[in-house]
């Protein structure tokens, strides 16, 4: 009812099932010594130890016996698979038997039913020799529950960090300090077209081959072992000592160039001993393409803007040559009205004539003046406000014209007049200690 020859190596570990082997009968003295050397080794024991002979228990040392929770006495004579999970008796049979024929060397694990009920794992192997004179069958065992226990712990812990890994929204796997894979979960599946039934256990960078093609350090790899050639293949973003953040170009993922982020973070036992890595990886390519598509934008703006730079520069040349062709223009026209028009207005002014085509000649000749004057386009550029009327009295004004003289030049009544001078000093900004005539003259 055991599983390891290594628990028995040790002659003083030995112990058979029962304090009270039945004495030998023999008269040799040899004998009686044999008898007493098998009772102590089975007394002292860490292991329990048994003898079937004849299908029934003919000798159980008191650690056989505690493993199923009962008393030496309560098994001696009974039936050898009494204590044996009726589950596992035909497979105990099949291991037995094996052993004794020599075709199996290692210990064998089964499952026990104690006295109460209670499942217990043990550990045991089993020899041929001889009884009382007759064939009967050694078992040594051990109580693994324990450990059985733990390994059950363990593979629910791994099955849980398992789950979590593969209910992950990145693709992500891990290996251990060897290089094995041991997690690599749905999206990682999804990425690479390969399952985690092909992929775990294995070893030698058999991992790269989905996204390169061949065998390759990832970065993950560089999380166990630095590698500056290797590190350089990849475009860093962070670096810490437990701690490696990437993005790297793969030309051809499942037949698609793909930009690729990485993160890569130690595995540690309970003990904070470094036993593995772990990768989470996550498809940034239309990310990518969209910075590459922004990029090629901000580029084209750009080129754009020294062109628009190049054409405002163009306009400002034609603006500039379209303000002097203007100014030529005015001042062609200006020439033309002092040299064809002002000369008969005089000639005008000494004939005889009635007071009221005097006062419209007198206002023609005003209104001529202020055209081919600087004084009425500088006050209308300076003052955008003031109306048209309003310059006109400005530049009368100026002249050194009266309230009476503006009024009868322009048919107007001197109230009126009187309106608009005050409207003009408002616009001017000019207080009644400024003298109207003097500012206009300095403008002119």
């Known amino acids: 009812m055991s599983k390891r020859r290594t628990y028995y190596s040790n002659k003083k570990q030995v112990r058979v099932f029962g304090k009270n082997v039945p004495k030998v009968r023999t008269a040799s003295k040899a004998t009686v010594e044999n008898e007493q050397l098998l009772r102590t080794l089975t007394e002292k024991s860490l292991v329990g130890i048994y003898v079937v002979q004849d299908r029934r228990f003919r000798f159980v040392n008191a650690n056989a016996a505690s493993y199923a929770g009962y008393r030496v006495e309560e098994m001696v004579g009974k039936k050898a698979d009494m204590v044996v999970h009726p589950d596992d008796r035909t497979l105990v049979g099949e291991n037995a038997r094996a052993m004794l024929k020599g075709e199996r060397t290692s210990p064998y694990e089964f499952r026990i039913v104690s006295k109460k ?193 190049d054409l405002n520069a163009a306009l400002r040349v034609l603006l500039k040559q379209r303000e002097g062709d203007r100014s030529d223009l005015e001042e062609t026209i200006l020439a033309n009205v002092k040299r064809l028009i002002v000369p008969f207005l005089e000639k005008l002014k000494i004939e005889p004539m009635n007071a009221k085509v005097r006062a419209y000649l007198d206002t023609l000749d005003s209104n001529l003046r202020d055209i081919i004057s600087p004084f009425a386009h500088r006050i209308s550029s300076k003052y955008v406000n003031l109306t048209n009327r309003e310059i006109q009295i400005a530049s009368l004004i100026k002249e050194g014209r009266s309230t009476k003289e503006i009024a009868e030049l322009l048919n107007l009544s001197e109230s009126a007049i009187n309106i608009h001078r005050f409207n003009i000093r408002r616009k001017l900004g000019l207080s009644k200690k400024h003298n109207l005539q003097v500012y206009l003259s300095s403008l002119a």
């Open 117 to 309: 009920g209670h499942l217990r794992w043990v550990l045991e192997t089993v020899t041929s020799i001889m009884y009382d004179g007759k064939p009967a069958i050694l078992g040594n065992l051990m109580d693994i529950t324990e450990r059985k226990v733990a390994e059950k712990r363990l593979r629910e812990s791994e099955q849980r960090l398992a789950d979590i890994i593969d209910f992950l929204p990145d693709a992500t796997f891990a290996i251990d300090r060897s290089g094995k894979v041991i997690a690599w979960n749905r999206a990682i599946e999804e990425m690479t077209g390969v399952k985690a039934k092909n992929m775990l256990g294995k070893g030698d960078y058999e991992y790269a081959i989905p996204f390169y093609g061949k065998r390759r350090p990832l970065i993950i790899d560089l999380m166990l072992k630095q590698d500056k050639k290797v590190e350089r293949q990849y475009s860093i973003l962070e670096k810490q000592r437990n701690l490696l953040i990437a993005e790297v170009e793969i030309p051809n993922l499942r037949g698609k160039r793909v930009f690729l982020w990485g993160k890569a973070s130690l595995l540690y036992d309970s003990k904070g001993k470094v036993v593995g890595a772990i990768e989470s990886i996550r498809d940034i390519t239309e990310r990518k393409q969209a910075e590459e598509v922004l990029k090629n934008r901000e580029q084209e703006l750009k080129v754009k803007n020294v062109q628009l730079e």
